[in-house]
Each structure stands twice: as structure tokens, then as C-alpha cells.
């Protein structure tokens, strides 16, 4: 891909440089490198401004008929070698449309001012820490120098794309039949879903002030690696929004790992809460659907009735022992002779609510918690401390794809282009038309015998409907 002779002309060229630093003397190993990698990212940068401006006259040398260079302008990039100032021709047709050969050519995104490896490196950064301190990082780097704002708008964009990709792969699973690829087949696979309340900033009076992080991780199984056991194939989701947009998008994100059309079992962990345990109405009839209570809620539940905590140990034993009924019938006479605390009743009826889902033989879950508070609450709890609901669902969804291997997606030329942009080309194609005698608004409305099939979405009906649907459809030859 590059060229050997002009890589070692270069490479002596630099030497010679880096020489000349070295025998000015005065300088530390540490300053040495900081200098070299000064001036050589500044040669870097020159550099790529003149081999984009070299393409930029390749590509305007010789112009369809029709096309014309409409003007020349400056630009700059913030990139991670530091700003890239070059020039690029802008064309225009005769019927007024307009193009920039090399922005097409390269796929850069309409106004972008950070290149497209810069901003990955600060959705990446700005994902983990704080957005000042990942700007700081590109720049410690010997990147470009960037605010925090821009670190902040290119984090909501990539969590903006995130939430339009996830919402379009539940779409494409739930209401058309079209899986995910997914390639890994088995027959089991374990499901845990919990929520974790991040703060929100500046809400009004009377409105909450936190908002929930709904999580879900699924994994094949657990192996031990040394004093840990590690779960296998691990996919997460995690976003800020309602139950009926979140299951079909987590499902969703299953079967981006897992293989649906090979699953048979989904052991699936929750605390009890409603919308958790409502996930396995989103599973196909075919596969079943084993509910557990994550045991550290039954645990910290059962310890939190008595002032003595070996009352609340003894519980656990009765519980862990499989006498679950056993475990009520003595917290329901605790309470009775005024030996449990004021909130002991609530957790009699917890328990109860879900004596069901209490030991029930299985796998081992129970992660949930410890994912948590390491994926989501590490970074949105701290730094900073309070979210706008946008930014924490984009915050979730990143971490989430990021501690699942899935790459966030990237910024595209035809996906950036503003409705402004698309309104004022659909207009310049408009003015084209009429002043060759053709009217765009005198076209026909269709082609065709106008028909087109009903069409409904069951995204959020019961899993027998859209089982059932899936099945109408010849959704049945997927394996769905």
C-alpha cells in the first residue's frame, strides 16, 4: 500500500530531524519523545493536507459534461495527528446540483470538523471518562486540541446512531422475520435484566430526578479462569426507555451473538421486578422460558428484616436449603410476634409474589448487580454526576456495545446531510426539472395498480401473537 522508496526518504528525512534535536543537547529521554512527537505530527499533518489536496486535483482533472468547479475553499480538520488545513473544489451541474469530489470519494461526513478516526477515539475515551479528560487524552496524544462540547455532541451523536441501529434490528427481527447474524448455536443460554437509577440534571420542580437504566446481559454459560468464573459470549443492552421498546431491541442484540433459530431454553435471572420478568414474553412459544430470583435480593431481602443478623442468616440457610415456603411460614410468625422490623412485611410478600422464581435448579446467575454498578454505574455515577435522559440512554448503549465487542456505528456521508441540506438539493433538482419544460409536481403520484399488501406491526402484541404472525408470514422457514 505504500511506497518503499518514498517511506525511506522520509524515514532518513525525520532522522535527520530528530538528530538535530538530540546534538542541540539540553535534553531528557521524556522531552526528546515529546518533541519528536510534536514535530512529527506536524509534518504528518502537513503532509496528508498535501497528498488531500494532490486527490482533490485528481479527481476535478477531468469533469463530466456538465459539471463545472463552482469555487475552491479551506478547510481544517481536527484529527488525531492535529489539524489538517487543505483546500477542495466544490462542482456544480447545470440543473444546480452540487458535489464535493472529495468528500464523496472519502465518505467524510457533511460539516465535519473532527475527522472520522478522531472521533472515534473520543466516543471511545469520552465513554470511559469524563468529557474534558477525553479531550485532553486526544491531546495528550498528539492529536488535536478539542473542547469538551465537541466531545459531548460526538458521544450523543454515536448514541443517537446506536439507538436508530437497535430500534431498526428489532424492527427488522420483530415485524418482518429477519434474524440477526448471529452465528453462535446454542441450545441454553442464560438471560439476567436489572435496572440501575442514574441523577438527572436540571429537571423541574416535581418531575423525577432520576432515571432508570434497564440492563440486560445474556451468555452461554460460565468457565472458571483462575479464581473467577467468567461468563462466555457475553452481549449486553442497556438504555434508558420503556419495557416494549427495550425487550424486542434486547432480543435483538441476542441474536447478534447467539443464533435464534438454534435456541431451545433461556434461563432468565431478574429481582422480581415486573418489567424484567415480562422479557420472556418476547422469546418465541417454542423456547422455554425458566424464570430465577437473583439470590442476592432474596439474601439482602431476608437480612434486612431483624436487628439480629443471624436471625436473617438462619433464614438464608432455610432458603438456600430449599425450604422457600418454610422460609415464609417462619418470617410471617417473626412479624407476628413483633420480632421482625416495620418493612418485614414487604418482604413476606416479595417473597411470596415470587415463591415461583425462588431455587429454582438451574444454571448460576446472579451478575447482575456487580455488571452494574462496573458497566454503567462506574461512569455515569461519577463523572459526571447527573445525565439529560437522551445522554444517559446514548451513555448506556455505548458502554453496553462496547463491553459486548459490537462496534458503534459510524458516521456516514448520506446519513449526515441535515433535512436543511436535503430540502435545499430537492429544490435545486426541482428548479432543473421546470426549467426543461418537466414538472416534478405534475408527475404521477404512483406507478403501477396502486395496490400494496396490508402490512401491521405486532412489535407490541404477546409473543403467541407475533409467534403466530411470524408463522402466517413463512417466518417458520427462518427457524424464528
Not at 440501575?196 to 472458571?224: D, F, H, N, R
Not at 417454542?286 to 433464614?315: I, K, Y
Not at 415461583?356 to 461519577?382: C, F, W
Request: some cysteine.
Amino acid at each position: 500500500m505504500g511506497n518503499s522508496t518514498a517511506s525511506a526518504a522520509a524515514e532518513a528525512a525525520m532522522a535527520d530531524i530528530f538528530t538535530g534535536m538530540l546534538m542541540s543537547g539540553g535534553l531528557t529521554f521524556a522531552s526528546f519523545e515529546r518533541s519528536a512527537l510534536t514535530e512529527g505530527h506536524a509534518i504528518m499533518a502537513r503532509a496528508m493536507g498535501r497528498a488531500l489536496e494532490r486527490l482533490d486535483a485528481a479527481l476535478c482533472a477531468e469533469l463530466p459534461s456538465g459539471l463545472s468547479v463552482h469555487d475552491v475553499r479551506e478547510r481544517s480538520l481536527a484529527t488525531v495527528v492535529g489539524d489538517v488545513s487543505f483546500r477542495w473544489r466544490r462542482l456544480r451541474a447545470r440543473g444546480g446540483g452540487a458535489c464535493v469530489p472529495l468528500a464523496d470519494e472519502l465518505g467524510l461526513p457533511w460539516g465535519a470538523r473532527v475527522s472520522p478516526a478522531a472521533e472515534e477515539l473520543l466516543v471511545e475515551a469520552g465513554a470511559e471518562v469524563s468529557y474534558a479528560a477525553a479531550a485532553g487524552l486526544l491531546a495528550r496524544a498528539g492529536g488535536s486540541r478539542v473542547s469538551a462540547k465537541t466531545v459531548m455532541a460526538a458521544v450523543h451523536a454515536a448514541g443517537e446512531r446506536c439507538a436508530e441501529e437497535d430500534a431498526r434490528a428489532a424492527r427488522d427481527l420483530f415485524d418482518l422475520g429477519i434474524k440477526p447474524g448471529g452465528r453462535t448455536a446454542a441450545a441454553q443460554v442464560c438471560v439476567e435484566a436489572d435496572g440501575t437509577w442514574v441523577a438527572l440534571q436540571g429537571t423541574a420542580p416535581g418531575e423525577p430526578s432520576k432515571v432508570e437504566i434497564k440492563a440486560m446481559a445474556a451468555y452461554s454459560g460460565k468457565v472458571v479462569r483462575g479464581r473467577k468464573a467468567a461468563r462466555e459470549r457475553c452481549v449486553r443492552h442497556g438504555c434508558a426507555c420503556a419495557p416494549g421498546e427495550f425487550w424486542p431491541e434486547a432480543v435483538a442484540a441476542i441474536g447478534s451473538e447467539f443464533d435464534l433459530s438454534a435456541l431451545e431454553r433461556v434461563h432468565l435471572g431478574t429481582d422480581g421486578e415486573g418489567w424484567c420478568k415480562r422479557g420472556g414474553a418476547y422469546f418465541p412459544l417454542r423456547v422455554e422460558v425458566v424464570g430465577h430470583l437473583d439470590p442476592f435480593h432474596v439474601n439482602r431481602a431476608l437480612l434486612s428484616c431483624f436487628d439480629d443478623a443471624a436471625m436473617g442468616r438462619r433464614l438464608v440457610e432455610v432458603v438456600n436449603d430449599g425450604g422457600k415456603e418454610a422460609a415464609a411460614a417462619l418470617l410471617e410468625a417473626c412479624i407476628d410476634m413483633g420480632l421482625a422490623r416495620k418493612g418485614a412485611p414487604r418482604v413476606l410478600a416479595y417473597l411470596r409474589r415470587n415463591a415461583d422464581l425462588i431455587a429454582v435448579d438451574g444454571p448460576s446467575l446472579g451478575t447482575m448487580e456487580s455488571e452494574n454498578q462496573h458497566l454503567y454505574k462506574s461512569r455515569m455515577a461519577s463523572v459526571p454526576c447527573a445525565w439529560s435522559r437522551p445522554g444517559a440512554s446514548h451513555m448506556a448503549r455505548l458502554r453496553s456495545r462496547r463491553a459486548s465487542g459490537r462496534a458503534v456505528p459510524p458516521r456516514t456521508r448520506a446519513g449526515s446531510a441535515t433535512p436543511l441540506r436535503r430540502r435545499r438539493d430537492e429544490g435545486r433538482e426541482t428548479a432543473a426539472l421546470e426549467r426543461r419544460g418537466l414538472s416534478a409536481t405534475g408527475c404521477p403520484p404512483r406507478v403501477g395498480s396502486g395496490y400494496e399488501p396490508p402490512r401491521a406491526s405486532v412489535a407490541s402484541s404477546s409473543g403467541e401473537v407475533r409467534y403466530a404472525a411470524a408463522v402466517d408470514s413463512g417466518m417458520a422457514g427462518t427457524g424464528w
